[in-house]
């Protein structure tokens, strides 16, 4: 392996909370992000970037889970779509009405049932702590030299996958999420654990959808991982497919949310996917990568040997203004679920925030529907990743400084301060214990 980047490559990288902090604004209301070190303040916003050769150099299950209504729903009128669809200066987020945005939860998307039985003809369902006992991967510590160069101002940490799924160019990896977000200890069985999607980029039809790596980071020196394939079981429970889009091709699975026994995926045009973590299925063959559901006392996930069944759905409610869901994330404190809009050389994308019942690992809904709970324009363009954490949203675009990204730090009502980020960047996660993003 060079140590350019190819578009397929990718690596983890970690970076600590105190060389990306600093508050946005001076903001007495707000905690500050961090009391450790800072970074020099790096470019202005409006004086050009640092250097020609690194712009950024100096820059720092069931339907009654959860709570019942109380009281009426909290967003009763119409929504404003022309309100909700400002047109903003690049890095100046502005609020928006987050009443403009709702979920609903498809009941015809529901496969409760569907996967019970399944389970039943697959010899039952496997869990979490089955797949850690099966980790089949080994990643590498560290990261590419040219990536570590674009990183040189921040305490980070990282990791490689295998040669042979850094080499892959038709698996592309996309969202990540882990064990601080599926539970409150920030550890599942005992383990640091971090989860990443991928879709299968190809112009056959049917495609092998995506998959899910799960990772064992608990020794940042002996990482090691295995990839489950996302499926999406027939509504009679008779066998599954790949996930895709309704119209066809790979789901892209742009950003992932791990909740207790629940895994939301980002559902691009539509809304989220719910898959279920407590009945994964083991399917009978591994050997034949083309082949995909039962078939007889056969069943097949192109050739994994464990496949994450989709659960629920929730698509946009009747009324909603329509919004994009390209990126996904979590703020545990806040109990909100953030997902945002990617537009290639528009600043408009917006990021919205759902209340989700952590207990339960549901939406929480009012009078049958989930309004978004607030909700702002971005004001950055190639928005890949989002999420809040201390009041304060972090928010990662690719191709922002010639082929490299950059992470933006900012409140609505306030100017977005630059952090260098590497090349390809998408989704992004926290750490909170070890105050990782």
Known sequence: MTTSVPRFSFALIAVVLASCSGEVTPDASAPPLDAGRQLDAGPSLDGGDASPTDPD????????????????????GAADCEAAAPAVAEHEMVSVDGCSFALVRD????????IDALAARMGGARTVADVLDHLNREGRAGISSDNAGRMRNHDYVGFRWNAGDEAVDYWYPQGITGSSDAAESGRVEGRRLLMVSWYHRTDARPTKGARISLVDYSDPSAI???HLLLVTPDADGESYTAAEYDSGGALHAGGIVWVGDHLYVADTSVGLRVYDLSRILQPSNTDDTDRVGLSGARSDAHGYRYAVPQLARYRLAPGS????????GLDRDAAAIVTGEYRSGDPGGRVARWAVDLESGWLREEGGRVPALDAAVGAQTRMQGGLTFEGVHYLSSSSQAGRWGRLYRTRPGRTSVITAWPYGCEDLYVERAERLI
């Open 57 to 76: 150099a100096g820059a720092d299950a069931g339907r009654d889970a959860g709570e019942p209504d109380a009281g009426p729903p909290r967003c009763a």
């Open 107 to 114: 009941p015809a998307a529901d496969r409760d049932a569907q």
């Open 224 to 226: 090691r991982y295995r």
């Open 321 to 328: 203004c329509p919004i994009r869901f390209s990126f996904a």
